[in-house]
């Protein structure tokens, strides 16, 4: 049998992956905070998460109303309310002056919202395929945090672990050549007549 012998690349434990400094994915924070896991995406400020949850609520909303059978339970809904209120002869109010009741005085978003957290603007048109973004910039940062993830998960497989070897090679190959075109630039000035 023998002594079992560590090697200092393989053997042993390894420490914790750390994850590095964050940005708050929600659209306006944009605090910097330190991740207790390594798929955290918010911040854990009061006002962000409670930003967050009436986001989150006015998808869950958003999706219900544009169920066929949502709308129908609605209608039906609107009728036994039309039907339950007094049909007493009332004297008509001018409409500028009389405040806005019902549905009229309820400020609704429009039915599709943007899929970054905490923006409420509505996608962009888009003729070929129904958007998800209202801007670059939302999905940008989203495809950012995605692919973070990804490559988090990645990381922890021989397969991440090579791609990464290539990525990190590559990149100090182009940093190299950078670096002696730099130096090629500054060692001969161009002479102008």
Same mark, same amino acid.
Not at 170 to 192: E, G, I, K, L, N
């Given at each position: 049998?023998?002594?079992?012998?560590?090697?200092?690349?393989?053997?042993?434990?390894?420490?914790?992956?750390?994850?590095?400094?964050?940005?708050?994915?929600?659209?306006?924070?944009?605090?910097?905070?330190?991740?207790?896991?390594?798929?955290? @995406?918010?911040? !854990? $400020?009061?006002?962000?998460?409670? *930003?967050?949850?009436?986001? /989150?609520? #006015? %998808? +869950? &909303?958003? @999706?219900?109303? !544009? $169920?066929?059978?949502?709308?129908? *339970?609605?209608?039906?809904? /609107?009728? #036994? %309310? +039309? &039907?339950?209120?007094?049909?007493?002869?009332?004297?008509?109010?001018?409409?500028?002056?009389?405040?806005?009741?019902?549905?009229?005085?309820?400020?609704?978003?429009?039915?599709?919202?943007?899929?970054?957290?905490?923006?409420?603007?509505?996608?962009?048109?888009?003729?070929?395929?129904?958007?998800?973004?209202?801007?670059?910039?939302?999905?940008?940062?989203?495809?950012?945090?995605?692919?973070?993830?990804?490559?988090?998960?990645?990381?922890?497989?021989?397969?991440?672990?090579?791609?990464?070897?290539?990525?990190?090679?590559?990149?100090?190959?182009?940093?190299?050549?950078?670096?002696?075109?730099?130096?090629?630039?500054?060692?001969?000035?161009?002479?102008?007549?």
């Amino acid at each position: 049998m023998g002594c079992r012998h560590h090697n200092a690349k393989s053997g042993g434990r390894r420490r914790p992956r750390r994850p590095r400094l964050r940005i708050c994915l929600r659209k306006g924070c944009g605090h910097q905070f330190l991740p207790r896991r390594w798929n955290q @995406r918010y911040c !854990q $400020d009061p006002e962000c998460r409670r *930003q967050l949850r009436r986001w /989150q609520a #006015a %998808r +869950r &909303q958003a @999706r219900r109303r !544009q $169920d066929d059978a949502v709308k129908v *339970q609605h209608a039906e809904a /609107q009728r #036994a %309310r +039309r &039907q339950r209120a007094p049909s007493s002869p009332q004297v008509p109010k001018i409409p500028e002056v009389t405040a806005a009741r019902g549905h009229a005085a309820k400020f609704f978003l429009p039915t599709p919202l943007c899929d970054r957290p905490g923006c409420h603007e509505p996608p962009q048109k888009s003729i070929r395929n129904p958007a998800r973004f209202c801007c670059p910039a939302c999905r940008q940062a989203v495809r950012r945090v995605r692919e973070r993830e990804r490559k988090w998960l990645l990381r922890a497989t021989f397969r991440g672990r090579r791609a990464r070897d290539r990525e990190y090679a590559a990149t100090r190959a182009r940093r190299s050549r950078q670096q002696q075109d730099t130096t090629r630039a500054t060692s001969f000035p161009a002479t102008t007549p």
